[in-house]
């Protein structure tokens, strides 16, 4: 008895510890390139979603299809894990033939490299390039050439609960004091005003910027990306921090935004709790399961009346895209490929799949799109000057951490506005 | 003759325990020593894991003497430990002895209890405390504000000054059952002769507790606050799923960071360098404790 408790207690010891050492090594196992013949292998990041998941299905089905020589190997992880595995995998020089990426500093890294294959005399034939749209180009090029095919466009402006607003009589704000001073009136009837879940750290990034857009103007991240040595947040970005500060300190922000997650908000958002939140296009597709009665709004970020800015200006920018590696054996099946996703039909599907924009051309049709992508499409993208690339996939991903954690910090107060902007004007400049 | 026989039966017997040891040790260089070794050498160099990698000298160590975050996480890895050795290792020998000595009826049951969370993965465990945590709908606010302390309900997890508080009460309530059984297998196995002399001499619970029971199984005391030192200064999981570190690197532990900076910020050269230096702390960490506990057990004697 004795002997066996003892056994017993060696043996979960022994459990526990395995679960214990689960740690940092995560990185997956990098995929081999196929063998001999027309192999191709993709990997992509449309996993875990089911909108996403059968947007890729259809893509890659109809695909094999059209190219019956063609053997394709398919590879998918859920988005956070796949920066990591395909990270890993250029490391490792083991690059599949095609494969998705994020745009801007990312694809960057791989680009200097000289591991991403230049698209340039491709896109030139049968006018490829110009079935883009032109602002979804430039962060997919670097040194003046082009190394990946934009699939989407993620814009983001305020969300808000329209049965909520109707109900207590709230009118939709145009302008920054105003909406400040609807702020104060959904606190004061127990709601939060605006839904922050900043647990990933990306969600301030939107108000951070859309400030500094509205206040300073837009461009600033592309300079620093283009090593422009003149390039600045200016003196407005103290503005802009203070802007994100104020809503959490005037208790505009969820309790504990910090360590809450997206989808926490989120269920706040959806359930009535709290009224606006400002978010990407993909808001549409998070609000599809929220309880009967509920109706979605929106409206532009407010304008700041004395800005510098653009104040019809857009947050908006390329999430995902498509690349070819420089290793890839079958390079012809690779650009087929890349043809294939960005063509008109599989692009119409994605809208009408995924609710979100798209960066071919014509594809964001009302009938694919629903009313509500089709109504900001043309209220608030259409009626845009520029659209600005979001920051944080602009940034080097070292600038991206300092970014994020100093909005975490403006959040918490534990940094004050001008400081954060220093840290954050310090941190681009510091990124290649 | 004979030494010339016997020297041979040594060499064969050399042969053949280098044979069985083989597997092991190949083991054990494939994916221990040559991992550490290709950290060591990637710990002088500045790497983003694509481009080739630089020397760059004592470049890393230094930045890690003047990285804030580095030692702010370090500082949290330290009171995982502390909070560890107090909450895990002693209370649940307090918890072990009660079982054992007290209540030896409920034992089976409340073992079960207490060993279930070990038992379920971190993230599972981080991803329903999250729920207990959140603010609005989460359990922890919900009984505040029905027994009337509305004022002490906060978003835990992002408030600065309880954020990491919160993660250590979840860590130290998940292992917790780990020890209990531990020390109830070796409370079982001290002799019931033992105590019957204490009970004689008249000894209490609290004086068998301390005079008798600890003493008898310093051992396992020793082992098993080395497993909770170890275990503490490698601990992610829990951290990642609950705060990512944040806010505002408010919770990170070398762990999360060091995953940060090689995953997140793509320094691998830099993330060797934590990697390399947490290796070494927690190797000297374990050492200093055990030469701590050796010390305690000649002065107890």
New interface residues.
């Given amino acids: 008895m ?1 002997i066996r ?2 056994w ?3 043996l ?2 022994g ?3 395995v ?6 090594g ?2 997956g196992s990098a995929g081999t390139s196929g063998g001999g013949g027309k192999t191709l292998e993709i990997w992509h990041a449309y996993a875990g979603q089911k909108d996403k998941v059968e947007f890729i299905e259809y893509a890659l089905d109809t695909f094999k299809k059209a190219h019956p020589d063609i053997k394709v190997k398919e590879v998918s992880a859920e988005q956070s894990s796949y ?2 595995k395909l ?2 995998a ?2 490792s020089g083991n690059a599949p033939d095609v494969f998705y990426t994020l745009p801007g500093g990312y694809l960057k ?2 680009v ?2 000289g ?1 991403v294959l230049r698209l340039d005399d491709e896109l030139a034939k049968q006018g490829w390039r110009d079935s883009f749209l032109e602002s979804s180009l430039p962060s997919v090029t670097f040194g003046g050439s082009t190394y990946a095919v934009p699939i989407d466009i993620d814009a983001a402006l305020v969300w808000y609960n329209k049965a909520l607003f109707d109900a207590k009589g709230w009118q939709v704000p145009t302008t920054w004091p105003e909406f400040l001073d609807l702020a104060e009136k959904i606190k004061s009837a127990g709601v ?1 005003p605006v839904a922050l879940g ?4 990306w969600p301030a990034t939107f108000w951070f910027q859309y400030a500094e857009m509205r206040m300073h103007g837009s461009g600033v991240m592309s300079g620093f990306g283009a090593g422009d040595k003149n390039a600045t947040f200016g003196p407005e970005a103290k503005d802009a921090a203070g802007v994100l500060q104020t809503l959490a300190q005037k208790g505009y922000l ?8 997206d989808a ?1 908000a989120n ?2 958002f959806l359930n009535g ?1 709290a009224a606006m939140v400002l978010n990407g296009t993909w808001q549409i597709g998070m609000s599809a399961e929220a309880p009967a009665g509920f109706e979605l709004g929106y409206f532009p970020f407010p304008t700041f009346v004395q800005g510098r800015g653009n104040q019809s200006d857009v947050l908006a920018g390329v999430a995902a895209s498509f690349a070819v590696s420089q290793k890839a054996k079958d390079k012809e099946a690779a650009l087929a490929f890349l043809r294939h996703i960005t063509s008109p039909e599989v692009m119409t599907k994605y809208v009408q799949i995924r609710k979100t924009m798209v960066a071919r051309k014509g594809a964001t049709t009302p009938e694919a799109a629903g009313p509500l992508l089709a109504g900001v499409v043309q209220d608030v993208i259409g009626k845009a000057d520029t659209l600005d690339p979001f920051y944080d996939t602009a940034m080097a ?2 600038t ?2 300092t970014y994020y ?2 909005l ?2 403006l ?2 107060g ?2 004050p506005p001008a400081a954060a902007a220093d840290a954050i004007e310090n941190a681009a400049k510091a990124g290649k | 003759m004979s030494t010339s026989t016997r020297s041979r039966a040594v060499r064969r017997d050399a042969r053949a325990a280098l044979l069985f040891l083989a597997p092991a040790v190949l083991f054990l260089a494939a994916f221990v020593a040559y991992p550490l070794l290709t950290a060591g050498v990637l710990s002088f160099h500045s790497w983003d894991g694509v481009s080739p990698r630089q020397w760059t000298g004592l470049a890393n160590y230094e930045r890690l003497l003047g990285d804030r975050i580095f030692w702010g996480s370090l500082r949290n890895n330290i009171l995982v430990a502390l909070t560890a050795i107090v909450f895990q290792v002693g209370v649940g020998m307090v918890i072990a002895y009660w079982l054992v000595r007290v209540v030896p009826r409920i034992k089976r049951f409340a073992m079960f209890l207490y060993v279930v969370p070990v038992v379920i993965s971190e993230i599972c465990i981080g991803l329903l405390w999250g729920f207990v945590y959140n603010p609005y709908f989460g359990l922890l606010n919900g009984f505040l504000n029905a027994v009337g302390l509305d004022e002490l309900a906060r978003g835990w997890l992002g408030d600065r000054s309880t954020a990491m508080p919160a993660v250590l009460v979840v860590m130290n309530l998940t292992y917790l059952g780990l020890y209990i059984l531990l020390f109830v297998a070796a409370f079982e196995n001290v002799d019931k002769a033992v105590y019957d002399a204490a009970a004689i001499d008249g000894a209490g619970h609290y004086r068998t507790f301390f005079s008798v029971s600890v003493p008898m199984v310093w051992s396992n005391v020793q082992a098993t606050t080395l497993l909770a030192v170890v275990s503490s200064f490698k601990t992610f999981s829990l951290v990642y799923v609950l705060t990512r570190g944040g806010p505002n690197n408010a919770t990170d532990v070398v762990s999360t960071y060091l995953f940060q900076t090689g995953f997140g910020n793509f320094e691998a050269g830099y993330a060797s360098t934590i990697g390399f230096v947490q290796i070494l702390l927690t190797a000297a960490v374990g050492v200093f404790v055990l030469g701590l506990m050796r010390r305690g057990k000649r002065g107890a004697a």
């Fill in positions: 004795r408790s003892a017993r207690a060696a979960a010891a459990a526990a510890l679960m214990l050492s689960a740690c940092a995560a990185g920066k990591t990270q890993t250029m490391a890294a791989f200097d490299s591991q939060v900043n647990k990933d750290s969820p309790k504990g935004a910090n360590g809450m997650s926490e269920i706040l709790k991903p070292k991206t951490e954690s100093t975490q910090g959040i918490d534990s940094i």
